[in-house]
């Protein structure tokens, strides 16, 4: 499709991008299940690129950023060669960090990291993140292990995962095809449970997510990759004082942004996290790249380059 250029205006950075990041969002606006995006509509809500113009001392031209926001939902989004980005939506990405992990960072870090803010993290928490090859999942072990968690647990449904979890250094990651959720906690912990659980998958594994929790815990839930409906059985709330709540990135205030930002940006610059990229696709690929993230459930990120 023939877009025009964007041109500079109302604190908007024109950024000509150079990779995306694909996400279930997608899928979810693809088969109608998100109102709020209309056709038409470019998909894509992050991205890295470089700044073109408008960006001010911040952010000059030529410098790398990364950046989400409405894209992709309620204004074009990032499967595109140009876009003209708010500057508040951009961080710069450090050097270490190639514009293709950048790419990937954006939503499920920051959601990752407002999670366990809102969630009352600190060192010596114990957390529980399930699905290790997912965005989410991923970046919260991640950031949870890097800023002084005792434990940071994962899961996989997938055997051949867990494995490959364990080669890249994740050790208390929970192979759900050779043991339940429960059993696995109460083994990593001896038996406390988990202090904080941020459940991006819902359906039957936020259920048995809620029995792990140890007492004043607190179950966050973000998203619904195995189902949006649940069963859950009240007395793993009431008998631990636990509690659940949800989380949406979008509604939250500018400062958790800015604060969200600084601590991934640091992190990402020492080294201390690292995004996993799985495949990298064509831009003409898109729609292939939204089967094989939502079919074939990779370890890591599917990013489009551009
Ligand atoms: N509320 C928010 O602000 C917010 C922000 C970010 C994401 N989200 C939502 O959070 C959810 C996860 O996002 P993500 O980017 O982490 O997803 P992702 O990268 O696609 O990972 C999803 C993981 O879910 C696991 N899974 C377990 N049962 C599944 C099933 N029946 N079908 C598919 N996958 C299953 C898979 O891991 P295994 O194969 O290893 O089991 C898969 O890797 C999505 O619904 C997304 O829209 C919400």
Redesign the pocket.
């Known amino acids: 499709m023939d877009i025009p250029k964007p041109s500079v205006s109302d604190g908007r950075v024109v950024i000509r991008i150079t990779a995306a990041g694909v996400?279930?969002?997608e899928h979810?606006i693809l088969s109608g299940g998100y109102p709020r995006a209309k056709a038409p509509l470019v998909l894509g809500g992050e991205g890295a690129g470089v700044v073109e113009e408008g960006g001010g001392t911040a952010f000059s031209a030529g410098s790398r950023v990364m950046f989400t926001g409405p894209y992709g939902v309620s204004e074009n989004g990032t499967s595109s060669e140009w876009l003209a980005v708010r500057k508040e939506n951009l961080c710069l990405i450090p050097d270490n960090v190639e514009a293709l992990s950048a790419a990937g960072v954006p939503?499920?870090y920051l959601?990752a990291q407002m999670t366990l803010s809102l969630a009352g993290f600190a060192k010596g928490k114990t957390v529980l993140a399930?699905?290790?090859?997912?965005?989410?999942?991923n970046a919260v072990t991640q950031l949870a292990r890097a800023q002084g968690a005792k434990h940071a647990i994962s899961?996989?449904?997938?055997h051949a995962?867990a494995q490959q979890a364990r080669n890249l250094g994740f050790d208390e990651v929970i192979d759900?095809s050779e043991e339940k959720l429960s059993d696995g906690v109460s083994r990593i912990t001896e038996g406390y449970g988990a202090d904080i659980v941020i459940d991006?998958?819902?359906?039957e594994?936020l259920s048995q997510a809620l029995g792990t929790l140890a007492i004043g815990g607190s179950l966050t839930t973000?998203?619904?990759?195995?189902?949006r409906k649940t069963t859950i059985d009240v007395t793993d709330l009431i008998w631990k004082r636990a509690s659940m709540k949800s989380?949406?990135?979008?509604a939250q205030p500018a400062e958790a942004w800015g604060t969200a930002w600084s601590i991934i940006f640091s992190l990402l610059h020492a080294g201390a996290v690292k995004p996993i990229v799985a495949k990298t696709v064509p831009l003409a690929e898109a729609a292939d790249a939204v089967r094989y993230?939502?079919e074939g459930?990779?370890f890591g990120?599917v990013v489009l380059t551009i």
């Open positions: 996400t279930p969002l979810t939503v499920a959601t399930p699905a290790i090859g997912g965005s989410v999942g899961t996989t449904t997938n995962k759900l991006a998958i819902g359906g594994i973000l998203g619904y990759s195995a189902g989380f949406s990135l979008f993230l939502v459930r990779p990120r």
